[in-house]
């Protein structure tokens, strides 16, 4: 007849059994998560990220915006928008499914009557 014996240490110890799991699941679990940790994203420079401007063109500015924009462009909610647009007191264009306000009408109703 033989026996085993089996002993676990960790660092310069001897540990118990569970102790050992428990430290060895722990570093197993350490080092998994540092190679899956994902890279930093790159740093873009800004010169990079920044569109041309060009002033002198009117392209620039949008001519019809959507409800939500309308609505904040004139203080009132998306709901008042629509509401006024149904009546007829907006004018607005169909394009597909949406709703567009073109500017100048917001323009037109922003502007102070003398």
Same mark, same amino acid.
């Given at each position: 007849m033989f026996s085993v014996e089996i002993k676990f240490r960790a660092g310069d110890r001897e540990v118990s059994f569970e102790r050992f799991a428990t430290?060895?699941?722990k570093e197993l679990l350490r080092s998994a998560q540092t190679e899956?940790? $994902?890279?930093?994203a790159p740093v873009i420079p800004p010169t990079v990220v920044r569109? $041309? *401007?060009? =002033?002198?063109? +009117?392209e620039l500015e949008p001519r019809a915006v959507g409800l939500k924009q309308a609505g904040l462009?004139?203080?009132v909610s998306q709901h =008042? *928008?629509? +509401?006024h647009v149904k009546l007829g007191t907006i004018p607005s264009v169909r394009v597909g499914r949406r709703v567009l306000v073109p500017t100048q009408a917001i323009d037109d109703l922003t502007r102070k009557k003398v």
């Open positions: 430290l060895f699941l899956n940790r $994902p890279l930093p569109a $041309p *401007v060009n =002033t002198d063109r +009117k462009l004139l203080g =008042t *928008v629509r +509401k």
